[in-house]
């Protein structure tokens, strides 16, 4: 299975929801026939318009967001660097929102995740545990530090890293836990942070897809020493590219600020790294405007991704993700789900996805077993790996690098993105109605 990153996500989503092109090509596939529609399957398609909307329905944007980016055109404060007071706003209005005391706002969620690591002197010689069930960039920010990734499997019922596989992957060169709140749903962070303490190893929490999800009613981001969003163009807050970085640690805050930004070193020592990682004025007003909106959005999305649940997980062969125990609210970045095919008469899950796109529901297959993918295993041969950290321990990194269970989940899985979880909750019977409409026909 190829890894699925965004743009094919979106694609599939969009060729599925508009039903064209995935539809057909799976058309010949020999599974029972569901060629003919059905009076049922017209009545679903035809009743209401599909989900997500063949037209895009994400971004949303008016008048506010074209006046908040002339402004800024028209201030002639483009950046951060002479002044960027939009900047400013928006770091004091997300930390608040997200009980940190302080928020450093950067050019993406990858440099943030790049700043955080960098901030810590995570590099070469040093273990990160991460789970294999994530966006390649939990990844690409390790190894851009040369130091050595190591997968720790999926929990099965969670989709989200399996705590209790985690102190059995602890080396003593173990530094840092980079748990991933996946689909914006949380990791167990007491299992995770209980470890973390023990082994004295910092952590990082991976919000990337998660702003205002909640572990035990605070929003994560504070969970570890820091938390890093993204505000990429599919996120749930979005400014085209942008992301940020949460923390309750004065210090690391500092080291954060000095190391997204050339020439840092008051009052931290910058420790004689850093970049340019920062954002700019105009993504700052982006976000002032579309986070005026964020809030109801993510209501919304908190309803009807539980509402949805409660649907779903009364379908025989359906799964919806669970929750971890402490995880008190969903960003529901994503609606994720495990398909049984054996519920719906051996129907594989591309299928079953093509189906739902006939019938108006665009949905996913979600992510490839990353663990597994060329790009990951090219670090076993890496000249810069193999320097620092020898043969025999990158042949014994790469015979180690084994998650049956998320590979299992890769197969399962199934995703509605998160602009289909706004609206009413009509929507959300109509992705159950289509759903159970498929199991009956294929019974
Ligand atoms: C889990 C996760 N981590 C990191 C990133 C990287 O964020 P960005 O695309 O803003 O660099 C993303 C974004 O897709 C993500 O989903």
């Not at 900047?87 to 440099?111: D, M, N, P």
């Not at 173990?174 to 749903?185: A, D, E, K, N, S």
């Not at 909750?425 to 409409?437: G, K, L, V, Y």
Request: proline share 6%; aromatic share 10%.
């Amino acid at each position: 299975m190829t890894q699925h990153n965004r743009r094919t996500f979106l694609n599939s989503t969009f060729i599925a929801a508009s039903g064209v092109g995935m539809t057909a090509g799976m058309a010949s596939s020999a599974q029972p026939s569901l060629a003919q529609p059905s009076v049922d399957q017209k009545t679903v398609a035809q009743r209401s318009e599909r989900i997500p909307k063949a037209k895009k329905e994400w971004p949303i944007w008016d008048e506010t967001e074209e006046t908040a980016l002339v402004n800024v055109l028209n201030s002639g404060t483009w950046g951060r660097t002479s002044g960027g007071p939009r900047c400013a706003e928006f770091e004091v209005a997300f930390a608040k929102r997200h009980q940190a005391k302080y928020c450093v706002l950067t050019s993406s969620g990858t440099t943030a995740l790049l700043t955080a690591i960098g901030a810590l002197e995570i590099g070469p010689g040093d273990e990160v545990i991460l789970p294999p069930y994530t966006f390649v960039a939990s990844f690409n920010v390790i190894t851009n530090s040369y130091a050595l990734p190591v997968f720790v499997d999926t929990d099965l019922d969670t989709f989200q890293i399996d705590p209790t596989k985690i102190e059995p992957a602890v080396t003593p060169a173990t530094r840092l836990v980079l748990p991933v709140h996946i689909g914006g749903y949380s990791a167990d962070m007491d299992a995770i942070n209980t470890i973390a303490k023990k082994h004295a190893l910092s952590v990082i929490e991976d919000a990337c897809q998660a702003p205002l999800a909640e572990w035990r009613g605070t929003p994560v981001g504070t969970q570890g020493i820091g938390g890093c969003f993204s505000f990429q163009a599919s996120k749930n807050l979005n400014s085209g590219e942008g992301g940020a970085i949460t923390t309750n640690d004065e210090k690391f805050f500092h080291q954060c600020f000095n190391f997204h930004t050339p020439g840092g070193g008051k009052p931290a020592a910058s420790a004689g790294r850093g970049s340019n990682y920062r954002i700019t004025e105009f993504q700052a007003a982006l976000l002032l405007a579309q986070y005026a909106r964020f809030e109801k959005q993510s209501a919304e999305r908190n309803t009807n991704g539980n509402y949805l649940t409660q649907l779903l997980q009364e379908i025989p062969g359906i799964a919806p993700a669970k929750l971890t125990t402490g995880c008190t609210r969903s960003a529901y970045h994503l609606y994720m789900f495990r398909y049984d095919p054996k519920h719906f008469a051996g129907m594989p899950r591309a299928k079953f996805l093509a189906e739902l796109g006939r019938l108006g529901v665009g949905a996913s297959s979600g992510y490839g077993p990353l663990h597994t993918t060329p790009h990951v295993l090219a670090i076993a041969s890496n000249p810069h790996y193999n320097r620092i950290y020898g043969k025999a321990r990158m042949a014994d990194w790469l015979e180690k690098n084994q998650c049956p269970i998320n590979d299992r989940l890769c197969q399962e899985a199934v995703w509605f993105s998160q602009y289909a979880l706004l609206g009413d909750r009509s929507r959300m019977d109509r992705i159950a109605d289509a759903i159970r409409e498929l199991q009956k026909r294929s019974s």
